[in-house]
């Protein structure tokens, strides 16, 4: 079955900082997802991803597909608390697989 | 607001009971899946109803069970309780499987 790495596990970064979170799967990408969850709560829709190379961008997140790399990674430019949760990566694949997460506290 | 909602939010249970889980979909999404979150991971699928059938399973043994209604409505069941089963239960809906998920709040069980 794949499986997906998410680094850092976590991470804690001061307001205004930029940051990245990488997604590495064990088989080949045909498309990623990219989701956040408040602790407890519900997924929210980020972004999906399903051609190499590409390259998506909502407000100040950016997130990027390298299949050849079989990874993907999600940049946030000038950090705010409301950025703080937990970001999900998924493969679209059946049944669709995500990693474990990675926390993200952004201090003001 | 995905559109998604799920119910209870919070459900307390003792080990050996049945719980029942509701999830109700986004208008017009033929497609639900079901995931169990354990703390400190990220959600394992459970499986997926289209169309009122189940069309694909995880690795989840067969007293986890569901149902999908023509309202876009859906149950997940889960006989003989165990304290493993302790978990945030999230519901997912789409249109056809090309498209993406949307999740509900999920529902939070705890197994005493």
């Known amino acids: 079955s794949q499986e997906l790495e998410q680094s850092p596990q976590s991470l804690i970064v001061q307001e205004g900082k930029n940051l990245t979170i990488n997604c590495t799967s064990s088989k080949t990408l045909y498309g990623l997802y990219w989701y956040k969850q408040k602790y407890g709560e519900g997924l929210i829709f980020l972004m999906m991803l399903q051609k190499g190379g590409e390259e998506k961008s909502h407000e100040k997140i950016t997130a990027k597909l390298d299949e050849k790399k079989q990874q993907s990674s999600l940049h946030i430019t000038a950090s705010q608390p409301s950025h703080a949760g937990i970001y999900l990566c998924?493969?679209?694949?059946?049944?669709?697989?995500f990693g474990k997460g990675t926390l993200l506290t952004v201090n003001p | 607001e995905t559109g998604v909602t799920q119910s209870p939010t919070h459900l307390i249970k003792t080990r050996g009971q049945q719980v029942t889980l509701r999830c109700s979909s986004q208008s017009g999404h033929n497609t639900v899946s079901w995931y169990q979150q354990a703390l400190g991971q990220g959600p394992q699928f459970i499986f997926q109803y289209y169309r009122e059938e189940e069309n694909g399973r995880g690795n989840f043994p067969p007293r986890f069970s569901g149902l999908q209604f023509p309202n876009y409505s859906s149950e997940l069941n889960v006989n003989a309780l165990e304290l493993d089963d302790s978990a945030l239960y999230l519901c997912?809906?789409?249109?056809?499987?090309?498209?993406?998920?949307?999740f509900g709040p999920g529902t939070r069980l705890l197994v005493l």
């Open positions: 997912a809906s789409r249109l056809d499987r090309a498209e993406t998920q949307y």
């Open positions: 998924g493969a679209d694949r059946a049944p669709l697989t």
